[in-house]
């Protein structure tokens, strides 16, 4: 006989939170950054799709709250914040990593200048990461201040929308995600080097894991309460990234919408005697990796998959690397794409003013 | 020193580190200083919890008790870190609990000189670092319960509310006793509800484990 204990931890109350909070907990190894900005835009994402409408900015700050904060007294402890009940908008919030606790203060009064005069002055948190979430645009927005809101200038802008999972949505993220950090050289080292030795045209070693981290946070941020899960094993080996969320049609299930294949095409290998990948190496990486993004997406049951290359080699084929398996893609129905990745700021320059001109 | 900590003679100081890695991970959700309940919520979740990561769990015996967890040990342990300074508390007070018997109120906070040296001491060693990362998990996704739900963990969590069980007798979650420990099999279902094909890592199961604790505040 069921009894309310074994009722709640039936299978179907169990898999109704796994569904609803796929992807809670998947973010371990990232860095708390990275962490809180995926956290916000859980929240915001859950709001939207509660249908709550408001016209109020919500401020969230990487910075937990002490309990007796002379500079803000009197705040509002909620808990499970990002369940997507608790009315954000309109407020001042501080936040950890996990952006499931925080403590709040009505900023609904104030514009947005109001709003960064409060935060920098008033609480003194202007040097503390910080997420403007204003959900009265269209789409709504997120404004991410890694430096926080005294640094206004660096800002990084996110649309948080309600829309289906698919390749088109995860590829235009990759090239967001190629044109502002992958490209050129420059990008912060947090999640890892790309060029060993850039003179030489010298991949670090495990660049795929470096390209796989900066997509697995970019991912996470349009796709909050989606799991984007990157080497996964499978019987036809470990895959690169899997995105794994709730079925949008069928109710109470988790279902892959896409799985995509990486590649890092070389023109030397990483290592003191820097050896040449020759060309029918590349030509073999390639068509493995179409067998290997098709045979994921079979025993994944995946949606969708793609062959992504990123080309760190000294000249840029641009598409033409993939005259030998278009066929083969075509047939097994999985996209390719290439992204050429530039040892230096100068190179890229040229090759963007060579594309404006062969445009124009 | 992996070696000799995994010897129950030295279980002490793998308590006292959880303590400390507890009230290090408070910090950074909010809950600092933390009440002495919040306290023994954490450990106790740690422990309930510990199976899910392959780990060992350090008080597998616990009196049950009307709502919530409170280790005798565990608090001499904190007294004891009080007393050497790794620990501060503040707002101390006694309060009747039901049934008439007195326990400590208090709020505590790790000292940070005592964490850095703590910490630099331990994270060389990849065992002692994973336990840290499980406990600082445990601790994140337990948050989102806030201090009411922390307050009435007894009454939500798995093997703590089991009704088989009555208040004044022992819950045992250690395999290596004959325990049975409900809220890891809990945790661990959820691997068995999602796709096969799709591998939840130990974290994934802890918060998630956390937020069915939350849908079962409204219930219960």
């Known amino acids: 006989m069921s009894s309310p204990y074994t009722e709640s931890f039936g299978s179907n109350n169990l898999l109704k939170t796994a569904v609803a909070h796929c992807g809670v907990g998947d973010d371990v190894t990232q860095p708390f950054r990275d962490r809180f ?165 010298q991949p670090v070693e495990r660049a795929e894991l470096t390209v796989q981290a900066h997509l697995k946070t970019a991912l996470s941020v349009p796709f909050p309460d989606f799991s984007v899960r990157t080497e996964q094993i499978d019987i036809p080996g470990r895959l690169d990234i899997e995105v794994v969320g709730p079925d949008m049609l069928h109710g109470q299930r988790l279902i892959s919408y896409v799985v995509l294949e990486l590649k890092i095409l070389r023109s030397y290998r990483s290592g003191a005697r820097a050896t040449a990948v020759s060309p029918g190496e590349i030509v073999t990486w390639i068509s493995e990796g179409v067998d290997q993004a098709y045979s994921y997406r079979v025993a994944r049951g995946s949606l969708e998959s793609a062959l992504c290359c990123f080309d760190m080699r000294k000249t840029f084929s641009g598409r033409a690397c993939f005259d030998h398996v278009a066929d083969k893609a075509a047939h097994l129905d999985v996209r390719l794409e290439v992204w050429h990745l530039f040892a230096n700021l100068k190179a890229y320059r040229e090759h963007q003013v060579a594309e404006a001109l062969r445009r124009d | 020193m992996s070696t000799r900590l995994a010897t129950s003679g030295l279980r002490w100081i793998e308590r006292r580190v959880r303590l400390v890695a507890i009230l290090d991970a408070l910090r950074y959700v909010g809950l600092s200083p933390a009440n002495v309940i919040t306290v023994h919520a954490m450990a106790y979740l740690a422990d309930a919890l510990a199976p899910v990561w392959d780990l060992p769990i350090l008080d597998g015996q616990v009196l049950k008790r009307p709502q919530r967890p409170f280790f005798p040990m565990l608090q001499a342990d904190l007294d004891r870190l009080v007393g050497q300074g790794a620990v501060r508390v503040s707002n101390v007070a006694y309060v009747e609990e039901p049934g008439g018997q007195l326990r400590i109120d208090a709020d505590y906070a790790v000292n940070p000189e005592a964490l850095s040296r703590i910490v630099e001491t331990i994270m060389p060693f990849d065992e002692q670092a994973r336990k840290w990362t499980f406990v600082r998990e445990v601790v994140f996704a337990a948050a989102g319960l806030g201090p009411e739900g922390l307050n009435y963990v007894g009454l939500l969590d798995a093997a703590y509310s089991n009704p088989v069980i009555d208040t004044g007798e022992v819950i045992d979650i250690a395999p290596e006793t004959g325990g049975e420990n409900a809220t890891a099999e809990v945790a661990h279902r959820f691997s068995r509800l999602v796709p096969q094909t799709m591998t ?21």
């Open chain 2, 200 to 220: 939840l890592s130990s974290a994934e199961l802890v918060h998630l484990y956390a937020r069915h604790l939350y849908s079962r505040m409204q219930v219960v």
């Open chain 1, 37 to 201: 900005l995926r956290g916000v835009a859980r929240l915001a994402k859950k709001r939207l799709v509660k249908g709550i409408e408001s016209d109020s900015l919500a401020v969230f700050v990487l910075r937990p709250p002490d309990r007796e904060d002379p500079d803000l007294p009197n705040g509002r402890l909620d808990r499970m914040i990002d369940n997507g009940r608790t009315p954000a908008e309109g407020r001042l919030w501080l936040v950890g990593p996990p952006v499931n606790v925080g403590k709040s203060w009505p900023i609904h009064h104030l514009d947005e200048n109001g709003v960064f005069d409060f935060v920098i002055d008033t609480a003194g948190l202007g040097s503390e990461p910080a997420v403007l979430y204003d959900p009265k645009l269209q789409p709504a927005e997120l404004r991410y201040y890694p430096n926080g809101l005294s640094q206004a200038e660096t800002c990084e802008v996110a649309a948080i929308e309600i829309r289906q999972v698919d390749l088109n949505a995860v590829l235009g993220v990759i090239d967001q995600v190629h044109k502002k950090i992958l490209a050129a050289p420059g990008a912060p080292e947090s999640l890892g080097k790309l060029w060993s030795d850039p003179d030489k045209f």
